[in-house]
């Protein structure tokens, strides 16, 4: 890959394996929140005010000390 705007680039390898586990897990993760979506959307719902807030994201990311 060649980013002609800063003339760097960089060498990629193709890894099948991990592509295949990448995509298996993708799937089920799918499959489980399809299968899940109701009551995701209920506790994301209920606890919107607090993931949404400034201090969980300081919190979240270890910026609140």
């Keep these: 890959i060649i980013v002609w705007y800063n003339r760097m680039g960089a060498l990629r390898k193709k890894d099948p394996e991990r592509y295949a586990q990448i995509s298996k897990r993708y799937k089920e993760d799918l499959k489980a929140y399809k299968r ?9 719902s209920a606890r919107r005010d607090e993931l949404t807030s400034l201090a969980f994201w300081k919190r979240y990311l270890g910026m609140d000390k």
């Design 36 to 44: 899940n979506i109701k009551q995701l959307r209920h506790d994301y």
